[in-house]
Nanobody
Framework: QVQLVESGGGLVQAGGSLRLSCAAS????????MGWYRQAPGKERELVAT???????NYAVSVKARFTISRDNVKNTVYLQMNSLKPEDTAVYYC?????????WGKGTLVTVSS
């Protein structure tokens, strides 16, 4: 089992920044992918950004120029630096961990961007 605990969400004005963190604990495999997904009201959950343990990243087109994912493999923590936030970035952001086809999700942290 893997537990994921997110932090860093909140309310911010358009153009502002937030940094999300997600700490993983439990049975962590050294080879894994960690990342962030989000779900806005009335919409499906969508990928935001992921990063492998070796540093390969993948971003949604809508955030690529504004968000940066990073991770600390020693601390088993993944971060999402979000800059130039827009109202359409408002969503619950979920941390995700995958290893050996096993998927784990955090409970989510709400990000609200006011216009």
């Amino acid at each position: 089992q893997v537990q994921l605990v997110e932090s860093g969400g909140g309310l911010v004005q358009a153009g502002g920044s937030l940094r999300l963190s997600c700490a993983a604990s439990g049975s962590i495999f050294s080879i894994n992918v960690m990342g962030w997904y989000r779900q806005a009201p009335g919409k499906e959950r969508e990928l935001v950004a992921t990063m492998t343990n070796s540093g390969t990243t993948n971003y949604a087109v809508s955030v690529k120029a504004r968000f940066t994912i990073s991770r600390d493999n020693v601390k088993n923590t993944v971060y999402l630096q979000m800059n130039s936030l827009k109202p359409e970035d408002t969503a619950v952001y979920y941390c995700h961990y995958r290893a050996w086809s096993l998927d784990y999700w955090g409970k989510g942290t709400l990000v609200t961007v006011s216009s």
